[in-house]
């Protein structure tokens, strides 16, 4: 019969200690809290996107923009609204290449950015976005004048189409540029 007892409450005390285990008592270590520091870092992104993938070629409109250049653009949304905590203002602009008049260059890399700028704004991006249009005047290539067009006039522009040859030498002269400064959380580890 002891050893009963004994057993009864050798089980009872086991029970017991069992259930206060979870219990903070002053005994216990207190618990340490791990913190992640972070650190918020400026970049400054650039994003250029061919304008031959955005738009058919010498267009500009929405109803003209290639399903390419949508995918892009998408992609550059994505980048702004998953990759950083913040954006502060968000600039495109639009570039052409030499063919053309300056005025009608200046035009179209403008008409270019408003539609680029009308497009992220449909897709949900609230950012406040300035356009800008540099026309010919900062290219990507040499200009491509060993290639001439036909009836090309002396300063090297076109009266006539545009050879196809001369328009794939051009190609990475037209394209719009997303440009904006946002903020990235690191981990400081």
């Known amino acids: 019969m002891k050893k009963n007892i004994i057993l009864l409450y050798l089980i009872t005390s086991i029970f017991t200690m069992a259930k206060i285990k979870d219990v903070n008592h002053k005994w216990c270590p207190p618990k340490k809290e791990v913190i992640?520091?972070?650190?918020?870092?400026?970049?400054n992104i650039t994003?250029?996107?061919?304008?031959?993938?955005?738009?058919?070629?010498?267009?500009?409109?929405?109803?003209?923009?290639?399903?390419?250049?949508?995918?892009?653009?998408?992609?550059?949304?994505?980048?702004?609204?998953?990759?950083?905590?913040?954006?502060?203002?968000?600039?495109?602009?639009?570039?052409?290449?030499?063919?053309?008049?300056?005025?009608?260059?200046?035009?179209?890399g403008l008409n270019r950015a408003k539609t680029v700028r009308e497009y992220i704004i449909n897709n949900g991006v609230s950012i406040p976005i300035k356009i800008n249009?540099?026309?010919?005047?900062?290219?990507?290539?040499?200009?491509?004048?060993?290639?001439?067009a036909p009836k090309e006039t002396t300063d090297g522009r076109s009266i006539t189409k545009v050879s196809e040859e001369l328009?794939?030498?051009?190609?990475?002269?037209?394209?719009?540029?997303?440009?904006?400064?946002?903020?990235?959380?690191?981990?400081?580890k």
């Open 36 to 43: 992640v520091e972070e650190k918020k870092v400026k970049e």
């Open 47 to 108: 994003l250029n996107i061919s304008a031959d993938a955005l738009f058919k070629f010498d267009k500009y409109m929405l109803k003209d923009m290639l399903l390419e250049g949508r995918k892009k653009i998408d992609e550059a949304i994505t980048i702004i609204n998953e990759e950083y905590t913040s954006v502060e203002e968000i600039y495109l602009e639009g570039h052409t290449d030499r063919m053309g008049t300056v005025a009608y260059n200046i035009e179209l």
């Open 133 to 148: 249009s540099f026309g010919e005047s900062q290219p990507v290539t040499d200009g491509c004048y060993n290639l001439k």
């Open 167 to 188: 328009r794939k030498c051009l190609q990475p002269d037209r394209r719009v540029t997303i440009k904006f400064k946002g903020f990235k959380v690191i981990d400081s």
